[in-house]
């Protein structure tokens, strides 16, 4: 089956890994951007989101961290925020065949501008 | 502050009530449809979901299932789904000030459609 | 038809109306946060939002306005936003039987809130 | 700014443009799975989707086609679907520096997948 799938694909392995980590990034934003969000449900909310991006396809490993310091948390009944785009700050971890790569979505405070980036691309050499 | 919200709305407290019913309810469907489930994370995601909706305004219980039915679950890369309409079945409690609304999100199969409904409009008399 | 979708309601005509208007607001609101925008295609993104909602049930008009004064629109390659809570302003109207709602969602200064509110139920007599 | 922006990234031009096209293939998804559709507002919708990818960073051409045989159409109130992952037909052009991606989202009935995938990588040569 995988070798089915790889057939749709006219590229090398690293692009395809780095792919794959593009389409988790770009859907983490567009999927929860919105969610409602203050101080007592934050660790759930990270925790959900860990939740449904972990069992995708070639994903090893993600932590997403939502910043605290945007949150609201009284007892109002207005004390909440939805999800933002300053708020999100996402280390992803893709693994295709030996390739490892990790992307990154967080706001970047010089560029005013919540960024999707490679930040780095690792060939596992799996030794003699 | 609950007495100048109080003051944009044209209506009686028990329509109050079963509007900010209806926000939830269609708030949680498009809001959460799409996310990748399947039978190792549903656990999670419903408690996400549950975290989220929470939190929002005059929203006194919430419980979400979804249908394990319809769930891939196997160790295949692509074994998961999108959450879609068929799947989400929930179940709100919404308080405000005396009037209670059980609001409904559940797949209705005569009707082939993911109804969100009134169950019950419930007037709390505090007596004395 | 109607008739089946109305038996699982436990509420009044003049309450499924507002009711249907809140689920509208909270979809809105839930379904399209986070879409990119700037001013290139804040008009095109305004009739797709309406084209959207008006097929849903008993919406009889919506009118969607995107505040421009929230909006990049220069030629750098990031210089769009992703649609955010203060920048909708939303008017709906729902028909159900007889009764018209005018529903609203916009962002209030003096609450620092989208918020979505009733703004009317009028009975429409037919009379003769 | 763009040279700022491309110091976060530890990748090859043409991993940069893959990467790119990604993220928008993934955002697509997951923005607008849910949407309300029929025959009646398809061709908005398209538009609209359009319109909001178009101004993504580094998007030179995209295609949005929803596949009319799974829509409804009637007069019956309900008669609609949401935007679901079978309905959705993507080709995107990611143009980066020199190099041009050919991105893909299609339901791919042997795989019963909503799959997104790299159809062609081009190194544009410029000349002599």
Chains 1, 2, 3, 4 share one sequence.
Not at 50 to 76: H, M, T, W, Y
Not at 111 to 126: A, G, Q
Request: glycine share 8%.
């Amino acid at each position: 089956m995988n070798e089915k799938v790889r057939s749709y694909f006219k590229c090398s392995k690293r692009e395809r890994a780095v792919f794959e980590a593009g389409i988790k990034l770009g859907g983490i934003f567009h999927q929860y951007v919105g969610l409602p969000v203050n101080s007592r449900n934050v660790d759930e909310i990270e925790k959900g989101i860990e939740a449904a991006v972990s069992i995708q396809p070639f994903v090893k490993a993600v932590r997403v961290e939502i910043n605290r310091d945007c949150l609201r948390g009284g007892d109002f009944t207005l004390d909440y925020s939805s999800l933002g785009p300053k708020m999100l700050n996402v280390t992803l971890e893709i693994r295709y065949e030996d390739i490892l790569v990790i992307g990154r979505l967080r706001y970047i405070e010089e560029l005013e501008y919540p960024l999707m980036y490679v930040e780095d691309v690792i060939e596992e050499t799996t030794g003699e």
